[in-house]
């Protein structure tokens, strides 16, 4: 069974930076789009960033463009996010997520796309 594990998270002040990390157990995840969701208490989980199975190709939500970066390294079977100018509202469990696809260049918005989640990680900012 393929897993994720997330690390990185953890509390930090407004304008600050975590860099959040997703390993990958199976052999390979070039085949694989990835992305980075959140969830807020009471909220619906949603995608912050994604990478394209290419990975030539990045998608941002709205609030965190300019500040988040996402990236991955196949070698290492890993994705990352970096995360500068934190703030308050980007309180939340981060998960990493992959889905198996054929198609290199597609961006995958939906948690129901996805077919391997991450136990997530939390990240608290701090006001």
């Known amino acids: 069974q393929v897993q994720l594990v997330e690390s990185g998270g953890g509390l930090v002040q407004a304008g600050g930076s975590l860099r959040l990390s997703c390993v990958s157990s199976e052999r390979t995840i070039s085949r694989r789009a990835l992305g980075w969701f959140r969830q807020a208490p009471g909220k619906e989980r949603e995608y912050v960033a994604l990478?394209?199975?290419?990975?030539?190709?990045?998608l941002y939500t709205d609030s965190v463009k300019g500040r988040f970066t996402i990236s991955r390294d196949n070698d290492k079977k890993t994705v990352y996010l970096q995360m500068n100018s934190l703030k308050p509202e980007d309180t939340a469990i981060y998960y990493c997520?992959?889905?198996?696809?054929?198609?290199?260049?597609?961006?995958?918005?939906?948690?129901?796309?996805?077919?391997?989640w991450g136990q997530g990680t939390q990240v608290t900012v701090s006001s």
């Open positions: 997520a992959a889905k198996s696809t054929i198609l290199t260049a597609p961006f995958y918005t939906t948690p129901d796309e996805y077919d391997t």
């Open positions: 990478i394209t199975r290419g990975g030539s190709n990045t």
